[in-house]
């Protein structure tokens, strides 16, 4: 047989497998398992001060309340169309006026809510209201309920990342309105921070999946980074970072998202790194830029950036910075996935 008349032959047998349900494995197997991750996400920043006026602008055409939640979505340039912002995680810029209610709900998927502009609105959940600041991060935990307000007289937008995609692959969405706008309060200001966040536990506590600490205010956060910068050897390629913990378990806070906040000194010049999770960074301080492959991108406060699966990327800070980021890293140390490289300038 002539190789064409072979390869005739074969899309011949193939068409004849489709109506039985069958595909041959040989024409896709390089594509399904790679040598090395071969992502669609690509590499992509959202200049704050670019931005800012279209989220704002969404006040001004749609309510919080008849939005359900007032968000436009950080689509990957790569995954249009598909609302994620990594190929495992959506985020979203929130904004809420003064005045407003987002109504309560719950869902399965998980999320976390790092606030970009503005102070003293709120988020309720399972009973409990938090007041947010610049720089927070808060936790909605699977199937909580939780709801969000703005008894303040600024208008507030945070990041949001939900594990939307993550969810989906399992096919394992639930998600339910309370039917109410606002959820009935059983827990003062405070509690869960008290009863878990201040270094003590509850003495029979029970592990729990998602940290019972909904809020890790910017303020402890920070001043805990700015000493350690002073008094600890920065990490070539993070400068100083650390880990949003789960007091409960030692785990991450979220079990599908790790989070992260790192404090980069003035001047920090970093080295390359690489990881299996793609990351999403939102800076709260400083400016300095990422040196991609293809790329580099100048960042400033309030901006968001993503680095894609095993793309190596370099940080550098003019001024003394503070980048929170988060990524799927929680999942893939649980199945055995993550993997990262580090190489020195030079
Ligand atoms: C959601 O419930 C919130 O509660 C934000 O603030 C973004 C994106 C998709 C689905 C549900 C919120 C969301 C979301």
Not at 180 to 185: G, K, R
Not at 228 to 249: F, I, Q
Not at 314 to 336: C, H, I, N, P, Y
Request: proline share 7%.
């Amino acid at each position: 047989m002539t190789r064409n008349n072979s390869e005739r032959a074969r899309q011949e047998y193939y068409e004849r497998l489709r109506p039985n349900d069958l595909a041959p494995l040989w024409e896709v197997m390089s594509s399904l398992v790679t040598p090395e991750p071969a992502s669609a996400c690509r590499p992509a920043i959202w200049h704050y001060e670019q931005i800012r006026g279209q989220v704002h602008e969404a006040g001004t055409l749609i309510t919080a309340k008849e939005a359900e939640r007032r968000v436009l979505i950080l689509e990957n340039p790569g995954l249009v169309g598909q609302s994620r912002i990594t190929t495992s995680l959506y985020a979203g810029l929130q904004l809420i006026l003064p005045g407003e209610v987002a109504p309560a709900h719950r869902h399965t998927q998980s999320a976390l809510r790092f606030v970009v502009e503005g102070n003293g609105a709120y988020t309720a959940v399972e009973g409990e209201k938090t007041l947010m600041h610049e720089g927070d991060f808060v936790i909605t935990p699977s199937w909580a309920w939780h709801d969000h307000g703005n008894d303040s007289d600024e208008p507030m937008v945070w990041l949001d990342g939900l594990d939307i995609p993550i969810t989906a692959l399992f096919d394992a969405s639930f998600a339910q309105p309370l039917g109410e706008d606002v959820q009935p309060l059983s827990r003062p200001l405070g509690d869960s921070n008290a009863r878990y966040g201040a270094g003590l536990l509850p003495v029979d506590v029970e592990q729990r999946p998602t940290s019972p600490v909904f809020s890790y205010p910017y303020e402890r956060t920070r001043e805990a980074l700015a000493l350690l910068a002073r008094t600890s050897e920065w990490d070539p390629c993070h400068g100083v970072r650390m880990k949003y913990v789960n007091p409960t378990t030692g785990g991450y806070a979220i079990p599908t998202m790790a989070t992260f906040m790192q404090l980069l000194p003035a001047g920090f010049s970093g080295d390359t790194y690489r990881s299996t999770d793609a990351t999403v960074f939102s800076v709260v301080e400083g400016a300095g830029h990422i040196e991609l492959p293809e790329e580099t991108f100048r960042w400033g406060k309030r901006d968001t950036f993503v680095v894609p699966s095993w793309c190596p990327y370099r940080l550098v800070a003019e001024d003394e910075s503070t980048l929170f980021s988060f990524s799927d890293r929680a999942v893939q140390e649980k199945l055995g996935f993550w993997r990262e490289t580090r190489e020195a300038e030079g």
